[in-house]
Every structure is written in C-alpha cells, then in structure tokens.
C-alpha cells in the first residue's frame, strides 16, 4: 500500500466532506497525523489544483473534484448499472420490472424486465403514466415535490382508486418518505397494483425510481409487504451503484504505525 497517497487522499476526502475550510492544525489532530505531514500533503494537493489556501491560512476544495466527478458520471449510463438490480428483482418477485424517470407530471418507462408470468402489468419502454397514479411516479413525486405545480386540483380520474385531491396526494407522498416505498393500489388501471422505490445519484439527487408491477390478485396487500423491502434494497443497492452516499463522509482516522512519522 501507497502509505502516502493514502494519506493524501484521506485530506481529499475530509476537505471534500467539511463544510467549511480547515487548517492545518485541525486536520492534523482529526485525522491523527503530524502537522508537517498534513502541511506538505496539502501543499501537494495545491499544486496538482485540488486545493486552495484561503486568506485566514485554511484550505478548501476547488471545483476540479467536481470537474472529475462529472467527466464520470457522463459516463454513467443508469438503464446498463441498473440492469443487475432489475433482473435480481425480477427472480425475487416474478413481476414485472420498472426503471422511470419523472418528466414534469408524468413517468417515462426508461428500462422494463417482463414478468415470466402469462398474465401481466402491460407496459413499454418510453410509454408514460401520470405519476400521481402509479408507484414509480409516487416515489419520484415524493422527492421532487416541485412536480405538483404540473398537476390540477381535483386531479383527472382513471379508477375507482385513483387519488382525486392534491392534499391527499401530499398526504401520501409524506408517507412515502416515512416508510420509503411508494404504493399502487390499482389507480392507473384497475387490476393493476405496484411498489417502487426512490433511486438516487452520486450528487444525491433523486433520478429515478426502481419498482415492480402485477395484477392486483397476485400483488394484494401482503405481497406487496412481504416485496418492500427487496424493491427497497434494490434502489438502495442501484444508488450506491451510482456512487450515492445517505451519510456525510466521517473522518477517516488513520492509526496504523507504519503511516505516522515523527513529530
């Protein structure tokens, strides 16, 4: 191991996390390394540009972390990194399998796996729905609220089922993020029920949601118990994927001997 490109990254790291800058003597005692040791790795993160001293003797990030970052993340195709995720879902359940982005009002299909099951969900890739009706649209509603401005109060009826009011439907969205999953109780077509989950990137943006699909005598009540929390691992799993982090970066305390170097 690379004890002092180890070293160099762990400043990275927690410099990236920090809301503010931090000198030299606070990442010092943090990160449990010498004074000159974090002096000369700063100063050579300042020179490769990722690192700033400000005026009151701190150091920051600059923006070349980002400018990485992107030059990845443009990279990143969701519908290939998602594929794993979607057919472990799709053996777990035997439903049908959802990948959707929320354009304005409404979910787009990004990326489907069919139910083995003669009787299905009926759907296809690029097809839409409105989002305040199916699961997919719920879990992406809940965390892009600003989406509501797109819909109507009352809101248009397609079953029996279908929520009709704006204030129920933020009611539900609220539960939504409480328990993390997002239910269809056959609002878009009748006989067709569904569970998805809220899928997020490395900027930690809500991008997409993963969910599955089926007749609602296969996808009653305690199925769709019994499937929340696979769906909700799968979104968790396909986040992570994408480089997403729930938990700010905790200091990464570097003890070990062979690392430290004398005062």
Not at 16 to 38: F, H, I, M, Q, Y
Not at 155 to 166: D, F, H, K
Request: hydrophobic fraction near 40%; include cysteine; aromatic fraction near 4%.
């Amino acid at each position: 191991m690379d004890s002092t490109l180890l070293k160099g990254l762990t400043v990275l790291e927690h410099l990236a996390a920090s809301d503010a800058p931090r000198g030299v003597s606070e990442l010092a005692r943090t990160l449990d390394l010498t004074k000159s040791n974090v002096h000369r790795t700063l100063q050579t993160l300042v020179v490769a540009g990722y690192v700033r001293a400000t005026p009151g003797g701190a150091y920051e990030c600059t923006l070349k972390l980002f400018e990485l970052a992107s030059s990845v993340l443009a990279r990143v195709d969701v519908r290939q990194v998602a594929e794993r995720f979607m057919r472990s879902l799709a053996d777990q359940t035997q439903e049908t399998i959802h990948l959707s982005l929320l354009d304005r009002a409404e979910v787009i299909y990004l990326h489907k796996i069919e139910s083995p099951h003669p009787v299905r969900a009926y759907s296809s890739i690029g097809g839409r729905a409105p989002a305040y009706c199916v699961a997919s649209g719920k879990a992406l509603l809940a965390y892009q609220e600003e989406a509501l401005a797109h819909l109507t109060d009352p809101l248009p009826v397609y079953t029996a089922r279908t929520i009709t009011s704006l204030d129920i439907l933020r009611r539900e969205l609220e539960q939504v993020r409480v328990q993390g999953f997002a239910i269809n109780r056959g609002e878009w077509r009748e006989g067709v029920c569904g569970l998805a989950a809220i899928v997020h990137d490395a900027m930690r943006k809500p991008i997409a949601s993963i969910g599955i699909s089926g007749p609602s005598d296969r996808l009653d009540p305690a199925a769709l118990r019994r499937f929340s929390d696979v769906v909700v691992d799968a979104a968790r799993g396909l986040s992570r994927a994408l480089g997403y982090n729930p938990i700010d970066l905790a200091p990464r305390i570097i003890r070990t001997g062979a690392m430290r170097e004398p005062a």
